[in-house]
């Protein structure tokens, strides 16, 4: 990290940025690195969430010798944007050092997308979240990022991929990586069927949209895409609280010694064929995963209350 010399090679560009004038960005080329001053760079809309805690660790601990350059994306009106090494980035504002100049690697003439596409490819920093990489993948136009928003908008449900927490606000998709996954592996469709049913039944319930659940009934439609009845299903899971239902498929889980996703899977076909006569599923051992039904087999009952 440098102060900023007058006899330095000096480059000052400026203009536009998203219909506003550009701040006035300095970059210095010299021993192979770039040079810029901390007070010019930006931090989009794609990057994670600084840590304050990570932050402040940083600042403590900081040895401007021992600083690595930063990876910034220079833009065609001048204007620098953080890619890759925010906190290291805030814990030097946070000293005062906003005229510093600090060492970066720039790359250049990439579109807002590419930006947010390499953010969301990076692997030499901590990985990120969950959420933080699906926004990131939101930002860059990944078709199946934006399925999931778009099933989630349709649905009137909200997604919470902007905050670190969401799980204790009803109708609030909290699972976005397992969803992604799904819209990804599955299509939208599925998806919806999924969140749906997930809100029709429980939806007043904070707390229900967890990865476990959404897997679950991935696991349970991948089985039984056409011969369950929407409507059954939608009624039986309504007549059990959320709490219940999650106890009842550890009890499946605990017999079985299955995974969460199939003891959730179980239950559910539980509660579907519970007291059905005619138009029972296929017991879950008798049925792959496309549907095909195989030799019965001997399987263990469950008493669902």
Excluded at 90 to 116: C, H, K, M, N, T
């Amino acid at each position: 990290m440098r102060h900023v010399e007058t006899t330095d090679m000096m480059t000052l560009v400026q203009g536009p940025s998203n219909g506003q004038q550009a701040a006035p960005a300095r970059v210095i080329e010299q021993g192979g690195l770039s040079w810029v001053l901390a007070g010019d760079v930006r931090v989009p809309p794609y990057q994670r969430e600084a840590d304050p805690r990570r932050v402040k660790k940083i600042a403590e601990g900081f040895d401007p010798d021992k600083l690595d350059p930063l990876k910034i994306s220079q833009r065609a009106d001048g204007s620098l944007w953080v890619i890759d090494g925010n906190h290291r980035l805030q814990a030097i504002l946070v000293l005062g050092w906003s005229d510093q100049l600090v060492p970066a690697r720039l790359v250049r003439g990439l579109s807002y997308q590419q930006e947010a596409g390499l953010f969301t490819a990076q692997r030499d920093r901590r990985d990120p979240s969950a959420a933080e990489s699906f926004r990131a993948a939101v930002e860059s136009g990944d078709p199946a990022a934006l399925s999931v928003r778009a099933v989630c908008e349709a649905l009137g449900l909200s997604l919470a991929y902007k905050t670190a927490r969401g799980s204790g606000t009803p109708r609030t998709v909290n699972a976005v990586g397992a969803s992604w996954s799904i819209a990804r592996d599955a299509g939208a469709p599925r998806l919806r069927r999924i969140l749906g049913t997930v809100d029709r039944a429980w939806g007043a319930q904070s707390g229900v949209f967890t990865a476990h659940t959404i897997i679950g009934l991935n696991a349970f439609f991948s089985r039984y895409e056409d011969k369950y009845d929407a409507g059954r299903l939608d009624m039986v899971l309504a007549r059990i609280p959320f709490d219940h239902f999650l106890a009842q498929s550890m009890s499946f889980r605990t017999m079985y010694g299955s995974d969460s996703r199939t003891a959730m899977a179980r239950a559910t076909l539980a509660l579907y064929n519970k007291r059905l006569t005619t138009g029972k599923l296929p017991e879950w051992d008798t049925v792959t995963n496309r549907g095909t039904v195989r030799p019965a087999a001997t399987t263990a009952v469950l008493d669902i209350a």
